[in-house]
């Protein structure tokens, strides 16, 4: 089946509005820079289609079947507030956090800070150069955290990308002093085996331990050879913060030989990632549990003690999942969505030959009690609309919209946009809004799109790696009722207890 054939059941049925994509006509001022940027560390996803994908393409545009090129689409109950571009940091644009009336935006080359006060119209409070991929971002009090899953020539914002085998190359966690967000201070970095691609945090009132995740897919840097089956456990004390240092690596998946336990990878299983770390973890400290998605593998662990998890359960799906990605409690912690990034998020998965169950996401319940929970899975979720082959779409980072009896989520797809969508069901996930732009590019596949897209305060926010930070308002009866729930800080990955906070 061509192409456009697949296209043509995209048309949209919850009432499109169609609008031109809306840039600020000027930029805002930007806070103090840290250091050059690197372009090095920025990744590239420049892969030429077949003829004939990229004519389809264009005839699908013509046909109204997909937008056209920066094209901004969404559903009736979709509001685009704005846009802001970027603006000293030229990298990708990568994850979010929240406290108060801020929002901080990662960038392959440092992070930025908005105040989102007035969500129409965000203000850049502060720009840092800091270059470090993929600078996963979280904070906590006066604390702000990146994750560098690169090779550096050192662990300062100056530092330089190196050949992973050097020895003295650098990579883990830096830690910033944020109690003035326009001028965040660099105070502290702890050197972590692997580095670090994601981190989660677990806030006690003194300390912050920071869970690190990271994995080795490549076996050129020296720290990342198998087995690492664990993860870096830093404890960060909050009035001393130059005193983190790592205080464990706990190892998940424990078994004998070379490369430990967890999924074993090929051949069996072709497509299926051998486990050797994890992708991210999702903790709820309420009930001292945490979820982690770990390349092959789905764990379900306990963190009563934080410096020694616990696995409770742990799933594969050899069939559909190719890459364990992250992880999302629902709000009563009897559900866990797991994300397949099939392709690493560089490749077109959204159209009628990958079909809906395969970089998707998967909906497990959680069954029984205490030690003997186990994970059982329902259905997959995968957005309802064929991308076009020139665009990289996957399931990505997303989380809860907060409604009480009620499981929705908001999730970022790359390129296929901003999905929300209702999981109460399990077995019968469905969506129930969308925004989403057209393709950066007709004839080439180039990287793009949402990286995340988290609901705070009434206001869901996307970081586009390319366009920018977006504002969107959603106005749903189903969607409305979590305008009342009210967030002091967000990390989505210390997922919080709605019911706890703002009930």
């Not at 998940?252 to 992708?279: A, I, M, Q, R, Y």
């Not at 992880?327 to 397949?340: E, L």
């Amino acid at each position: 089946m061509t192409l456009l054939n697949n296209l043509r059941t995209r048309r949209r049925r919850l009432g499109v509005a169609a609008t031109a994509a809306g840039l600020l006509a000027a930029l805002l001022t930007a806070g103090p820079a840290a250091a050059t940027p690197d372009p090095g560390d920025a990744p590239t996803v420049r892969e030429k289609v077949s003829k004939s994908d990229a004519a389809e393409a264009r005839e699908a545009i013509a046909a109204g079947e997909i937008p056209g090129k920066d094209e901004i689409v969404h559903s009736a109950n979709i509001e685009h507030l704005t846009n802001i571009p970027k603006e000293a940091l030229p990298g990708t644009n990568s994850d979010l956090a929240f406290q108060g009336k801020y929002a901080f935006a990662g960038n392959y080359d440092g992070f930025r800070v908005f105040d989102i006060s007035n969500p129409r119209a965000p203000k850049t409070v502060a720009q840092v150069l800091c270059p470090g991929s993929q600078n996963d971002i979280s904070v906590s009090g006066n604390l702000l955290f990146l994750s560098t899953d690169s090779s550096r020539s050192d662990s300062s914002c100056n530092s330089t990308t190196q050949p992973a085998s050097e020895k003295s190359s650098w990579e883990g966690m830096k830690i910033f002093d944020i109690s003035d967000k326009a001028n965040p201070k660099y105070v502290a970095a702890v050197e972590t085996a692997c580095g670090s691609h994601t981190h989660t945090l677990l806030p006690q009132r003194k300390n912050v331990y920071v869970y690190v995740s990271s994995y080795s897919p490549n076996a050129a840097f020296p720290d990342c050879q198998p087995p690492h089956d664990g993860i870096s456990v830093i404890k960060v004390p909050r009035w001393a913060p130059e005193k983190a240092a790592v205080v464990g690596f706990p190892v998940l998946f424990p078994g004998e030989g070379p490369d430990g336990g967890g999924n074993p990878g090929g051949p069996t299983n072709p497509g299926v990632s051998k486990t050797t770390g994890c992708h991210d973890i999702t903790v709820l400290p309420s009930k001292d549990l945490a979820a982690g998605a770990c390349m092959g593998d789905g764990i379900l662990f306990s963190i009563e003690d934080p410096e020694n998890p616990k696995i409770i359960d742990q799933v594969q799906d050899n069939v559909n999942f190719a890459f364990w990605h992250s992880a999302t409690f629902n709000q009563k912690a009897n559900k866990v969505i797991f994300t397949d990034e099939l392709g690493g998020g560089g490749a077109a998965t959204c159209n009628a030959e990958i079909g809906p169950n395969r970089g998707a996401d998967g909906i497990y319940d959680i069954v029984g009690r205490g030690d003997h929970r186990k994970l059982v899975f329902k259905s997959y979720y995968k957005i309802p609309r064929h991308q076009a082959n020139t665009e990289n779409c996957v399931a990505h980072n997303g989380s809860l919209i907060p409604v009480r009896g009620k499981d929705i989520m908001v999730q970022a797809w790359y390129q296929g946009g901003v999905s929300v969508w209702d999981f109460t069901d399990s077995a019968n996930p469905k969506e129930i809004a969308y925004f989403e732009r057209g393709p950066l590019s007709t004839d080439t596949l180039v990287g793009g799109g949402a990286w995340s897209a988290y609901y705070y305060n009434g206001y869901i926010y996307s970081n586009d790696m390319v366009k920018g930070f977006d504002v969107l308002k959603i106005d749903d009866r189903r969607t409305n009722p979590a305008r009342w729930v009210h967030q002091r800080e967000l990390n989505v990955q210390t997922q919080p207890d709605y019911f706890d906070f703002g009930w």
